[in-house]
């Protein structure tokens, strides 16, 4: 189901010429044209929406016993009678009160599964995207906020976008844009990000698809996507301010990490301040808090991690209106 607001029970089978599609790929997006190949949708006909559904990820979706976000689908149905869910809600959100947090887990009985999600609904067998959203607009870009971390260098996630129009003379789907973006390196910092969006044809489309992974073809334990306020759009106002950029804190890191008794987080700051950090787990309890006094240039802050449980965790920093966070992970 894409929406509890759907107007109607028809269906549309839309199948896209992907072949068409892959040839603009460049060599480094191989793992999405297999996924992409392999893609139909199925789309529900209702309202045509200007935006994406539920793109700041505040509406979750409890009643099959995990907490999925309305209008994507992912993983979570195969992977939580395990105790393991690779999507999250996680809070707080970049602007709002949660984001949307894919992890690439170790699943018992199942091997190494990557976070997905799509706007839509992913064929439990396939794990490729199955359906989207009605969009009628012609955007040029995809923006929003991210983070981002392969755990090793062999990995990384993407995110495709693909705009498309129903052909009634050929009976088939017609491609009208798509890209395919494989994240470089990482993010640790909530960063506003824009993918172009690569027009085939000047046709209005009918739907759109938008596809996030954490990992790979051959996803790597702990690789993660964070994602928050998605929207398609002609461009990103250059008005709009990038948290965590500009003020007082300028990066973070931890390490080692994983960690055992200790880790330590390295901050970079641009003036003497007080700052607040608190070790959070998954669900967002607060396990330890702790504060700092830092000065301009970086700082080395240790974290007694002894006494708490194996697993993985949030390192959350608060310095004035600047909040950053990070994964560790405690063996």
């Known amino acids: 189901m894409l929406s509890t607001r759907r107007a109607s029970t028809n269906y ?28 139909c949708i199925c789309l529900c006909c209702f309202h045509a929406n200007a935006q994406v559904p539920n793109s700041s990820f505040e509406l979750w979706d409890s009643t099959a016993g995990y907490l999925s976000p309305v209008g994507w689908d992912n993983l979570n149905a195969l992977t939580n009678p395990t ?17 949307l947090a894919l992890n690439t887990e170790t699943i018992p009985g199942m091997g190494i599964l990557p976070g997905i999600a799509a706007c839509g609904k992913l064929d439990p067998v396939t794990h490729y995207p199955v359906s989207g959203f009605p969009f009628t607009g012609r955007p040029q870009v995809l ?5 981002y971390m392969p755990f090793h260098v062999a990995d990384s996630g993407h995110i495709a976008i693909l705009l498309s129009k129903w ?23 909530w960063t506003q990000f824009q993918i172009g969006l690569n027009y085939r044809d000047t046709s209005t489309p009918d739907s759109a698809m938008i596809y996030l992974t954490a990992s790979s073809a051959s996803p790597v334990a702990y690789s993660f996507l964070w ?5 398609l759009r002609d461009s990103i106002p250059p008005t709009t301010q990038i948290k965590g950029l500009t003020n007082n804190q300028l990066s973070t890191a931890l390490y080692p990490n994983p960690a055992k008794e200790q880790t330590t987080l390295r901050y970079s700051a641009i003036s003497n301040s007080d700052i607040t950090v608190t070790i959070n787990d998954m669900d967002g309890r607060c396990i330890k808090s702790l504060k700092f006094q830092v000065y301009n240039g970086t700082n080395e802050l240790p974290l007694n991690t002894t006494g ?3 697993g993985l965790y949030f390192i959350r920093t608060t310095g004035g209106e600047e909040t950053t966070q990070l994964k560790l992970i405690i063996d």
């Open 167 to 189: 052909n009634t003379i050929s009976s088939s789907r017609d491609t009208v844009a798509f890209s395919s973006y494989k994240l470089p390196g990482m993010v640790m910092t």
């Open 227 to 231: 994602v928050d306020d998605l929207a």
């Open 12 to 39: 549309i089978i839309i199948y896209p010429n992907f072949a068409k599609v892959s040839e603009d790929l460049s060599p480094g997006t191989h793992t999405m044209k297999h996924y992409l190949f392999c893609l």
């Open 143 to 147: 923006a929003g906020m991210w983070q």
């Open 308 to 310: 708490i449980l194996p």
């Open 83 to 99: 105790g393991i869910n690779t999507c999250e809600r996680i809070a707080p959100g970049y602007s709002g009160d949660f984001y």
